[in-house]
């Protein structure tokens, strides 16, 4: 995998969390999540469409940092990146998780297919 993909599908991580941060959940993640995407929360897992919805609809991160940042190339157009975010909203205690993504390239550049949250 090329230098400049590995940057590019750690940005699109930093990239989600800042729509997080600004209120931007839903355009950001319209785009990249696949139409089959599914989402591993703490809390369940989601489709698509829910976890779009869910996003956009729940408050802010205030304040987030993301660390130990890998990206791992499966072969054939997938990707997974793997890091350490440590997250706070107002009136909630601090998120410290592991997180996954796994994308999968196409036409349209490279797509979320999988999303997973280990506290």
Not at 44 to 71: H, Q
Request: proline residues 3%.
């Amino acid at each position: 995998m090329r230098t400049q993909e590995v940057e590019h599908l750690q940005e699109l991580e930093r990239d989600g969390w800042e729509a997080l941060t600004s209120g931007h959940a839903r355009e950001f993640y319209e785009d990249v999540l696949a139409s089959e995407a599914v989402m591993v929360f703490p809390f369940g897992v989601m489709d698509r469409d829910d976890a779009i919805d869910g996003m956009a609809e729940s408050r802010r991160w205030k304040d987030y940092s993301l660390s130990d940042m890998t990206v791992h190339d499966l072969g054939a157009g997938i990707a997974v990146v793997a890091y350490h975010v440590h997250a706070e909203r107002d009136e909630e205690g601090p998120f410290d998780a592991m997180l996954a993504s796994t994308y999968v390239r196409s036409r349209g550049g490279w797509r979320m297919m999988l999303h997973q949250q280990s506290p």
